[in-house]
C-alpha cells in the first residue's frame, strides 16, 4: 500500500447550462438550474427526466463519440437513425468552459471561456476536460453525490473518497490528526465482512501456532499431490521408453527411405563430379597463363616505378647542389671583399665608413617618406577600387531584385505545366474511355446537307456526321427523327469527361490562361504555356548568375560592409597624407634640399639597401683590418665554390642524358600504361574466374569427387544398418503396450492436484497477510476519521430526527446504527424511510464537509424520499435548503409537492426543458 499525503484539489463545480439532443426519449431539451441553492425538475414518470440526468452523465464520462459499446448505444433514440448530441457549460474551479459530445458526428469540442480562451478538439478535448474536472471535483465524490433513480447507498465506501478524507483530516482537532499521522489515505475502508471471511479461511487453511502447519482441505490434497507425483513418475518412465521405442523405429525408417531415395542421385552427382574434373583440369591450365600474364605485367610496373624514383632522386641531388653552390658564392664574394680592403688604410676605411654612415642616414629618411607616399597611393588605389566595387554591387543588386520580383511573379512554372499536362492526359483518357464505352453513329448525307442535332440544326461535312452517344440521342433528318438509344446508359462517361475538362480549366486558371472547350486544341496551349516556363526558366539562370556576380563582388561581405570600406579607406588616406607631409618637413630641414613628391619607392629602397650595404661593407672592412687570414680563406671558399661547380656539372649531364632516353613525361606515361596493362590482365583473370567459378578450383573439384563417392557408400551402409536396427526395435515395443494412456490418466490427475493445492496455499497465503493489514489499517483510520464525520452527521440528523439523536458509522462511514434518547436500533431495523432519510443525509454530510471551506460541490437526487412521510419531507427539505446555501442541489422527481417546502426552490417541469431547447 502507498501513502500519500497531498491534500486534494478545492472541489469547485458548478452546472450553469445543460443541451440535450435525440437522447434516449428526449427530442430537444435546454436545463439550466440555479448556480446554488435547490433546483427541482418535475414531470410525469417516462417524461425523461432520469434521462436528463444519465445524458449528463454520459457527458462527463471517459465513453468516445465513436463507440459501439451497447452501454452508450442503449440511449440513441430507436428507430429514428440519429444519434445524441450534448453540450453543458460548467464552471470547474477557476475556469468556465462549454463542453460537446456529438455522437452523430462523432465530434468533441471543449471551449475554455475563462480565466483565457482556449479551444480543444477530439482526444484532446477529452484529455483536457477529464483534467479540469478532476482537478475540481475527485470521481470518487462525484459518484457518491450523483444518485441515480432506484440506486442504493449502502454499498458505497466514503472512505474512499479522497477529497472527504483530506476535508475529516482538516476538521479533526490536533490531537487526533497527530496521533493518526503516518496513515496513509490508502489504508481507508477496509470491510468488516471482509474481515470475517479472511479470518475464517485463514482459520481452515493453517494452524493458528506459530509453525503454521497446512491442515484440513489444504493438508488432504497435498498428500493426495505427492501419491499422484509419485504414480506419474513410474508411468512416465515406461511411456518415455515405449515413445523413444517409436521414435526410434520412426526414425530408422525415415533414415532408411531417404537412404534409399537419395541412392540414385548420389550415383548421378558422382559421374557428374567426374566429369567436371575432366574439365576443371583444362580450366586450371588457362588461368594459370593468365596468372603469368598478370605477373609479367606487375613486374614491368615495378621496373617503371623504380625509374621514376630514380629520376626524381637526381633532380632532388641537383637542387641541393644549386643551393649548395648559391651559399658558396656568395661566402666566397664576401671574402673577397674582405680581402681587398685589407689593403687599404685603417684610417681611409674610418673615412669611408663615416662618410658611408651619412649616406644611410640621409637614405633611411627619403625611404621612409618614399614608403609613406607608396602606402598613400596603394590605400588611394583600394580606395577606388573598392569605390567602384561597391558602385557595381549597388546596381547589380537593384537588377537582382527586380528580376526576383519578376520570376516570383510568373506562374509559369514546371509544375504547374506538369499539372496541366496530367490534367489534359487525363482528359485524352476519359474522352477514349467515354469513345470506346459509347455507341459510334455515322449519318451520312449529301454534303452541306442539314440536320437537326439534338434540337440544334447542324451541316454535313464531306465525310457526314460521327457522333458518340453514350445516352439516348435525338437526331432530326428531313421529315423524320430518329431516336438513338445505347444498349447501356453511359453518360458518367460524359461527366468524367467534363469533370476532367473542368480539372484542366482550373489549373488554367490557377496559372492565369483562358479556359478551353472540349473541342480546342489542347496542344497550342502545352506550347505556348511552355514557351512561357522556358522564358520562366530563362529569367531563373540569367537571376542565378546575377545572384553568383552579386555573391563574387560581395563574398562574405553585405552593401553595409562595403561603404564601411570605402569610408575607412578614406580615413586611411588623410592619415596617411599628413604623415607624409611631416616626413617630406623633417627630411628637408635635415638635407637642406626640396625632395620631390614623386621620388620612386623601389629606388629609395634600393638606395637605402645600398647605403646600408654601404655602411655594412665600410664597417667589415674597418674590422677586417684587425685580422690576417682574409686571403687564406678566400683561397678556400674558391676551393669549395669550384668543387660545388663540377658536382652540379656531373650532375646536370647525368640528368640530361637520362632524360634522353626518356623524358619526365614519358617516365611517367609509361608507368601508368604499365600499371593500365596490370589493370586489364587482372580483369581478365577475374572474368576468367568468374566465368568457370568452381571448376577453376581442381582440388576443390577431386575432393567433390571423393566426397560424392564417400556418400554412395554410406547410404548403401545406411539402408542395411537400418533394416537390421527396425527388427531388434519391434521385438522391444511389444512390451511397453498400454503406456500411453496409463501416463495421460497420472497427468491429468497432477495437474488437478496441483491446481487444487494452488489454489488453496494462495487462499491461505493471502488470508494470512489480508488478515494483519486488513485489520491494522481498519483500526488505524477508523480512529482518525470517524469522529468528524460523526459529527457532521449528527448535526444535520438532529433537523430531522430531532437534537437527542446519535448516528453510529462502521468503517465504511455508512449508518450502522440510530439512537434517539436511550434507544439504540440498528440500520436494518430502521423503516423504510427512515434508512433512506439516513442514506440521504450521509451524502449531504459529506457535501458539507467537503464544502466547509466555501466551495460547494454539487448534489443530483433522482426520485428520492419516495418513502418519507410529510414530517420527515419538511425537515429534509430544511436540510436540502440551508445545504443550498453553498452548494448546488438538483432534485428530478415526480411529486414536486414532495419538496415544495424548501426555502428558494427553483421548479423547472421537464416538458418547459424540452419547449426550450425546441426554441434554441
Excluded at 607631409?581 to 613628391?597: F, V
Excluded at 419531507?873 to 417546502?901: E, H, P, W, Y
Amino acid at each position: 500500500m502507498t501513502s500519500s499525503t497531498k491534500a486534494s484539489p478545492k472541489a469547485s463545480f458548478v452546472l450553469e447550462s445543460l443541451d440535450v439532443q435525440n437522447f434516449a426519449g428526449i427530442e430537444s431539451a435546454h436545463f439550466a438550474p440555479s448556480a446554488t441553492g435547490v433546483t427541482v425538475v418535475h414531470g410525469s414518470n417516462e417524461a425523461g427526466k432520469s434521462s436528463l440526468m444519465n445524458a449528463f452523465g454520459l457527458l462527463l464520462s471517459d465513453w468516445k463519440v465513436s463507440t459501439t459499446s451497447k452501454k452508450v448505444s442503449g440511449f440513441f433514440p430507436v428507430g429514428s437513425g440519429t444519434k445524441p448530441k450534448i453540450t453543458a457549460r460548467m464552471q470547474l474551479g477557476e475556469n468556465l468552459v462549454e463542453y460537446t459530445k456529438d455522437f452523430e458526428k462523432k465530434k468533441v469540442l471543449l471551449d475554455v471561456l475563462r480565466p483565457s480562451v482556449r479551444n480543444y478538439t477530439g482526444d484532446q478535448a477529452m484529455e483536457k476536460f477529464s483534467e479540469l474536472l478532476n482537478e475540481s471535483i475527485d470521481s470518487a465524490l462525484r459518484e457518491a453525490l450523483f444518485v441515480s433513480q432506484g440506486q442504493r447507498l449502502d454499498a458505497l465506501d466514503f472512505t474512499a473518497i479522497p477529497s472527504l478524507s483530506s476535508a475529516l483530516r482538516t476538521a479533526g482537532d490536533d490531537a487526533t490528526v497527530s496521533a493518526a499521522s503516518g496513515i496513509s489515505e490508502n489504508d481507508q475502508g477496509a470491510a468488516e465482512l471482509l474481515v470475517r471471511l479472511i479470518d475464517d479461511e485463514d482459520k481452515k487453511l493453517r494452524d493458528r501456532r506459530a509453525n503454521r502447519n497446512s491442515k484440513g482441505e489444504l493438508a488432504a490434497a497435498e498428500a493426495d499431490l505427492a501419491s499422484a507425483q509419485e504414480a506419474l513418475a513410474t508411468a512416465k518412465l515406461e511411456y518415455n521408453n515405449a515413445q523413444a521405442a517409436i521414435r526410434e523405429i520412426e526414425s530408422k525408417q525415415i533414415q532408411r527411405a531417404d537412404a534409399e531415395d537419395d541412392l540414385p542421385d548420389a550415383q548421378k552427382e558422382f559421374d557428374e563430379c567426374a566429369e567436371r574434373l575432366e574439365a576443371a583440369k583444362k580450366i586450371a591450365e588457362a588461368l594459370s597463363a593468365l596468372e603469368n600474364e598478370l605477373e609479367l605485367k606487375q613486374d614491368q610496373v615495378g621496373r617503371w616505378q623504380e625509374a621514376s624514383e630514380a629520376r626524381e632522386k637526381q633532380k632532388l641531388a641537383q637542387g641541393e647542389l644549386e643551393q649548395s653552390l648559391k651559399t658558396a658564392t656568395e661566402e666566397l664574394r664576401g671574402v673577397q671583399k674582405r680581402a681587398e680592403e685589407q689593403q687599404a688604410e685603417r684610417d681611409e676605411a674610418k673615412r669611408a665608413f663615416d662618410s658611408a654612415h651619412a649616406a644611410y642616414v640621409r637614405a633611411d629618411k627619403r625611404a621612409k617618406l618614399a614608403t609613406a607616399l607608396k602606402n598613400t597611393a596603394d590605400i588611394q588605389g583600394r580606395l577606388e577600387s573598392a569605390t567602384e566595387e561597391r558602385d557595381s554591387a549597388v546596381k547589380l543588386d537593384a537588377k537582382v531584385a527586380e528580376l526576383a520580383q519578376k520570376v516570383d511573379r510568373n506562374p509559369a512554372t514546371p509544375q504547374a505545366e506538369q499539372r496541366i499536362r496530367e490534367a489534359m492526359t487525363d482528359l485524352d483518357a476519359q474522352i477514349k474511355i467515354r469513345d470506346a464505352g459509347a455507341t459510334s453513329v455515322h449519318i451520312a448525307g449529301p454534303a452541306d446537307s442539314t440536320i437537326v442535332d439534338n434540337g440544334v440544326e447542324a451541316a454535313l461535312g464531306e465525310s457526314g456526321l460521327e457522333k458518340k452517344v453514350t445516352t439516348e440521342w435525338t437526331v432530326g433528318l428531313g421529315e423524320y427523327e430518329v431516336r438513338v438509344t445505347p444498349a447501356q446508359d453511359s453518360s458518367n462517361l460524359d461527366l468524367n469527361v467534363d469533370e476532367a475538362l473542368q480539372k484542366v480549366n482550373a489549373e488554367l486558371s490557377a496559372v492565369g490562361r483562358e479556359h478551353i472547350a472540349l473541342e480546342d486544341p489542347r496542344a497550342e496551349v502545352l506550347e505556348e504555356f511552355g514557351r512561357a516556363v522556358r522564358a520562366r526558366n530563362e529569367d531563373e539562370e540569367t537571376l542565378r548568375d546575377q545572384r553568383a556576380s552579386l555573391k563574387a563582388i560581395l563574398g562574405k561581405r553585405t552593401l553595409s560592409d562595403l561603404n564601411g570600406q570605402v569610408e575607412s579607406l578614406t580615413a586611411e588616406v588623410e592619415r596617411l597624407r599628413e604623415t607624409c607631409s611631416a616626413l617630406r618637413s623633417d627630411a628637408n630641414a635635415e638635407a637642406g634640399e626640396n625632395i620631390d613628391e614623386s621620388i620612386d619607392e623601389a629606388e629609395a629602397a634600393t638606395a637605402l639597401e645600398a647605403a646600408t650595404r654601404a655602411r655594412d661593407e665600410a664597417n667589415e672592412k674597418l674590422l677586417s683590418l684587425q685580422n690576417s687570414d682574409a686571403i687564406e680563406r678566400k683561397i678556400q671558399h674558391e676551393a669549395k665554390a669550384d668543387n660545388l661547380h663540377q658536382q652540379l656539372d656531373a650532375a646536370a649531364k647525368d640528368l640530361e642524358a637520362a632524360r634522353e632516353r626518356y623524358s619526365d613525361e614519358d617516365l611517367n606515361a609509361k608507368h601508368t600504361q604499365a600499371v593500365q596493362a596490370v589493370d586489364v590482365a587482372r580483369e581478365k583473370l577475374d572474368s576468367k574466374r568468374r566465368e568457370v567459378g568452381e571448376l577453376g578450383d581442381v582440388e576443390d573439384v577431386q575432393a567433390s569427387l571423393e566426397g560424392a563417392r564417400s556418400r554412395v557408400n554410406m547410404l548403401n551402409q545406411q539402408v542395411q544398418e537400418c533394416r537390421v536396427d527396425i527388427a531388434a526395435l519391434n521385438a522391444k515395443l511389444g512390451q511397453a503396450r498400454g503406456s500411453a494412456e496409463t501416463r495421460e490418466q497420472a497427468e491429468a490427475e497432477v495437474v488437478r492436484l496441483e491446481g487444487v493445492v494452488a489454489r488453496l496455499r494462495r487462499q491461505a497465503d493471502a488470508a494470512e497477510l489480508l488478515h494483519q493489514v486488513v485489520q491494522e489499517s481498519r483500526k488505524r483510520m477508523q480512529e482518525k476519521y470517524s469522529e468528524p464525520y460523526r459529527k457532521a452527521l449528527n448535526k444535520l440528523s438532529g433537523i430531522v430526527f430531532g437534537s437527542d439523536v446519535d448516528l453510529d458509522v462502521d468503517e465504511k462511514f455508512q449508518v450502522s446504527s440510530r439512537a434517539i434518547g436511550s434507544v439504540r436500533l440498528e440500520k436494518e431495523q430502521l423503516s423504510g424511510g427512515a434508512q433512506e432519510q439516513v442514506e440521504i443525509l450521509q451524502l449531504l454530510a459529506i457535501a458539507r464537509l467537503v464544502g466547509h471551506d466555501g466551495s460547494g460541490v454539487p448534489i443530483f437526487l433522482d426520485d428520492v424520499l419516495g418513502f418519507s412521510d410529510t414530517d420527515r419531507a419538511k425537515s429534509m427539505n430544511k436540510v436540502l435548503g440551508a445545504l443550498g446555501r453553498d452548494n448546488q442541489i438538483i432534485v428530478l422527481t415526480c411529486d414536486k409537492d414532495r419538496f415544495s417546502r424548501i426555502p428558494g426552490v427553483d421548479f423547472q417541469s421537464i416538458d418547459s426543458l424540452k419547449k426550450a431547447g425546441a426554441s434554441s
